[in-house]
């Protein structure tokens, strides 16, 4: 597509979207005058879809109504309610049924699979992370090499080059051919928090098993926002947060993958709970433990029914439109919004983003020279909302349910004003 910098041009493409219908179905925020802001924070957290309350409100409703035997006699028996988005969100991170589950929150998903998949030796022990993947994944890894009685110095990071913001494959492949015999696993950003860089999950799986490592993703800036197709990837799990791309509203559930390669393996140690037992025996309280087949086996508690609501909510959204259309728009609108930034007349900007569209989702890393935090508060000021982070870029992503393509050509006028 040939782009034009000019509002007429962006209209048009609005006009033209098949999509564009969407963004009526969530809340925009307003100032106190009415006027909607322009929001680009969906990689931090989504907007509410207009029907979620409504989700949420029946379940009030059959509790207030049924009180426990909702778990039975609800619309939505609660008994199997984390059943209702199993096939839905297996279908947006490309796994089968039998592979995913939604339960708990990010992090502590990570540390339950990694009680399974990180069983270090004498000898093999390390951990591979991006030098700057997320804080929490870091504290995470630290955490479980301290635990088994290693230092936190037994990460290894794999690095971008010198004057460089992006990973290279390759330099992970010279990190596993190396030092594989020492590494028991890659925990790495399926799409990396700052700079938005998509990585090839099936690459770096076959990186890592070349060397009996095991592979696991963080997708918490990957699930609603890419396709990874996990279960062709081959990694050997994954988990993601579903209040960013998936609008399910903040600190809601998180998700989890586990290959079905793993799927009857009963002797991986795991946490047990009486959610991850044999579903036929469970309320036979005096039965040993079973553990249940696939991802299912990984739960401990029941779960929380609201959360899991407004989750259903947006899946259900996903379901009508589809990743496939989802993935097409967003690749139009943020190769506009580069094409704008780069339309920008000043060496002090510049996209650290990849510029391949199969390389990232729909953010972009904005990095200006010499900026600080109050490049942030003016663009607030401007009814803009975006992610700075230090030390010097701001983080914008246009996401294709609610965001047009009037929206970024605005925001481009407003940042050019302000530089």
Sequence with gaps: MK????????????????????????????????????????????????????????????????????????????????????????????????????????????????????RPTKSKYKIVIESDAFPSDRYAVQSQLEFHGFSKEDVIEWKPRKGEELLQIEDLEEIVSKQGDEIALLLIGGVNYYTGQFLDLKRIAEIGHSKNCVVGIDLAHGAGNIQPNLHESGVDFAAWCSYKYLNAGPGSLSGIFVHEKHAKNKDLPRFAGWWNHNKKTRFNMRQPFDVMDGAEGWQLSNPPILSMAAILASLDLFEEVGMKKLREKSEKLTGYFEFLINEIDSDDIKIITPKNPKERGCQLSIQVKNADKSLHKKLMEQHVITDWREPDVIRCAPVPFYNSFEDVFIFTEILKEIL
Excluded: C
């Excluded at 209702?84 to 699979?113: F, R």
């Design 3 to 118: 782009y034009q910098n000019n509002l007429t041009f962006a209209k048009q493409q609005d006009s033209e979207d098949s999509l564009s219908y969407l963004r009526n179905r969530f809340h925009i925020p307003k100032d106190k005058n009415g006027k909607e802001w322009l929001y680009f924070t969906g990689n931090s957290l989504g907007l509410q879809p207009k029907f979620t309350k409504n989700y949420i409100n029946q379940e009030l409703e059959d509790w207030a109504n049924l009180g426990v035997e909702g778990h039975f006699e609800a619309k939505n028996p609660w008994l199997h309610y984390h059943e209702y988005l199993t096939d839905k969100m297996a279908k947006i991170v490309g796994g089968k049924p039998q592979e995913v589950v939604m339960m708990n929150s990010l992090t502590v998903n990570l540390h339950l699979l990694m009680v399974s998949f990180y």
